[in-house]
């Protein structure tokens, strides 16, 4: 049940001298700059709001790795919950709700925030959360972010026990990764699989959208999703996303079948905890992601553009939003961007990491070369918000 918004696209095909670019063969920038960005810490999240409660404590042995998974499990678990996006059906007498998908989320703040994943509510009527007691509860969708696929609800309860939060920056391939959720449905909630963390720093691409994941071979199953992705010391390092279920059709999803080419086995993936917190963290204070943008479109000059058109290497400006960030700075079309607060540009990536460094109302400064001379743009950063 994927929702993600366009993302940000750059064509391959080469600029045709000075002020002159391929329209035609072009996908623009969606004049947002940062994918992730925008999203900073410095947003404060309301008092109440604090993960810093865990899940009962529990002595996490260290000499076997059966006795370690048992323990993580049982100290975790109590935090993990099942998601069930319900849609209304027809009946003579009274409202029901059916439910037409389901997934897993672990509750955030003793007071009853949850993090799932934003394709596990899409499209829901009704959602209803069931807890590691077996009691259900309806939830409130506070919000969305279908770029990153998060999405935060929340239920009528406190003092409930919460997952930990860790630090996904400091994870390394090879750890033991130990994943908690619902496959196929509350029928076997709160199963426990285990592995490895197989990979870091994975790109993954579908049809909209592009996010770095965290690789594992623990098992991920339909369901899972919206579900922690825990460390050895209970820690939650990143939430069950997606699994790659074969190497052609439609790669990523969660749910088997409709995919065509080589079956593929114990790929799954996870967003990473160190990106998903800010998220989380806005959506609770302000219900939706504001993001930072300049308002252009822009392509990669590599090396070879470089040599045949006589450009620097960087960003080649193809289009400024009227009215935007960039055309109020002086940037114009034929610019070609080569840093970004005074930090080297040559990639879409290495702009979109720059920029979400800051927040919306922030000026930043964008080098550009025009006609061979170099020139610093104050760049005051403007919401994507309603653009």
Do not use: C
């Amino acid at each position: 049940m994927d929702n993600r918004d366009d993302m940000f696209k750059v064509a391959d095909k080469k600029p045709e001298g000075r002020g002159r670019f391929p329209w035609g063969v072009i996908i623009v920038v969606a004049l947002v700059s940062a994918l992730l960005g925008g999203v900073i810490a410095a947003y404060i999240v309301p008092k109440n709001n604090t993960s810093a409660m865990a899940a009962p404590d529990v002595t996490i042995p260290t000499d076997n790795v059966s006795g370690l998974i048992s323990a993580v499990a049982e100290k975790v678990s109590p935090a993990v919950v099942s998601v069930s996006n319900m849609i209304p059906v027809s009946n003579d007498y009274q409202i029901k709700y059916a439910v037409q998908g389901s997934g897993s989320g672990f509750i955030y703040s003793k007071d009853g925030y949850i993090v799932t994943n934003s394709h596990v509510v899409k499209g829901a009527k009704r959602i209803e959360v069931t807890l590691k007691d077996g009691s259900k509860n309806v939830a409130k969708l506070i919000g969305t972010d279908s770029k990153t696929d998060l999405a935060v609800i929340k239920i009528d309860k406190s003092n409930l026990p919460v997952a930990k939060l860790g630090d996904s920056d400091k994870i390394k391939v090879g750890q033991l990764a130990v994943a908690i959720g619902n496959p196929l449905g509350e029928q076997y909630s709160g199963t426990v699989t285990a592995g490895i963390v197989s990979g870091l720093n994975r790109t993954l691409n579908t049809a909209d959208t592009s996010l770095k994941l965290i690789q594992t071979d623990a098992a991920i199953n339909p369901g899972n999703s919206g579900g922690p992705l825990v460390n050895t010391k209970g820690e939650v390092m990143g939430i069950t996303s997606v699994k790659l279920v074969s190497t052609g059709g439609d790669d990523l999803s969660d749910i088997f079948g409709g995919s065509s080419g080589t079956p593929v086995e114990g790929m799954g993936f996870a967003i990473p905890i160190s990106t998903a917190r800010p998220i989380v963290d806005q959506l609770i204070k302000n219900g939706y992601i504001e993001r930072p943008m300049i308002g252009v479109a822009v392509q990669q000059v590599g090396q070879d553009d470089a040599k045949s058109y006589n450009l620097p290497i960087g960003l080649y400006v193809a289009q400024v939003q009227p009215g935007g960030p960039a055309e109020s700075a002086g940037i114009k079309t034929g610019d070609v961007i080569t840093a970004v607060s005074n930090k080297k540009v040559t990639t879409l990536d290495d702009m979109q990491k720059q920029i979400s460094k800051h927040k919306v109302g922030e000026t930043i400064t964008m080098t550009v070369v025009r006609d061979g001379k170099t020139i610093n743009a104050k760049v005051t950063l403007k919401s994507s918000m309603g653009n």
